[in-house]
T-cell receptor, first 112, second 116 residues
């Protein structure tokens, strides 16, 4: 079945460091891909999305490119801030379906 | 425009009681989804509803769990005879009706259920 695999956390960085969180997926057809962010005690917020191969989603300095050849959607940010500390979830929506399939999440901790 | 509303935010039940979780979608949204997040895990899809219809319930446990989205009022996720393993955060999401493609889902703050 469809699945998403994320790198395990926590990822610990200093402020202004470069961030990469790896995400790979298994799916039939052409899923849409998403990154969601969850701050402590809150629900999930959509960070960015891509709906077809080679699309690049971007928001708030974060970006991810839909790579069909490597079935990946890695999240990157050039310079992280303390306020970026949160749990990041990679997700896919299978082609023809509305439900989301989530990875297990990666906790990011950014220190001053 | 108010976001997705869920209540209660925290719910404590004893084993064997019923838990009723409510979700009001964003204004103009007619699709509702329920997800469950167990501690230290990702979200798992449970059910997808439109007004008065269950579209996909492939993630719902076969017993004790039910969901509805009536013509008027919020969507309800009902768990009967709760057990300790039901303790989790339950998130609701909503999306607008689009002609095709994949809708973006907007999430509520969740209801954290604790079963004693």
């Amino acid at each position: 079945g469809d699945s998403v695999t994320q790198m395990e956390g926590p990822v610990t960085l200093s402020e202004e460091a470069f961030l990469t969180i790896n995400c790979t997926y298994t799916a039939t057809g052409y899923p849409s891909l998403f990154w969601y962010v969850q701050y402590p005690g809150e629900g999930l917020q959509l960070l960015l999305k891509a709906t077809k191969a080679d699309d690049k989603g971007s928001n708030k300095g974060f970006e991810a490119t839909y790579r069909k050849e490597t079935t990946s959607f890695h999240l990157e940010k050039g310079s992280v801030q303390v306020s970026d500390s949160a749990v990041y979830f990679c997700a896919l929506s299978p082609s023809g379906f509305q439900k989301l399939v989530f990875g297990t999440g990666t906790r990011l901790l950014v220190s001053p | 425009n108010a976001g997705v509303m869920q209540n209660p935010r925290h719910l404590v039940r004893r084993r064997g009681q019923e838990a009723r979780l409510r979700c009001s979608p964003m204004k103009g949204h007619s699709h509702v989804y329920w997800y469950r997040q167990l501690p230290e895990e990702g979200l798992k899809f449970m059910v997808y509803l439109q007004k008065e219809n269950i579209i996909d319930e492939s993630g719902m446990p076969k017993e004790r769990f039910s969901a509805e989205f009536p013509k008027e009022g919020p969507s309800i996720l009902r768990i009967q005879q709760v057990v300790r393993g039901d303790s989790a955060a339950y998130f609701c999401a909503s999306s607008p009706r689009l002609a095709g493609g994949t809708d973006t889902q907007y999430f509520g703050p969740g209801t954290r259920l604790t079963v004693l």
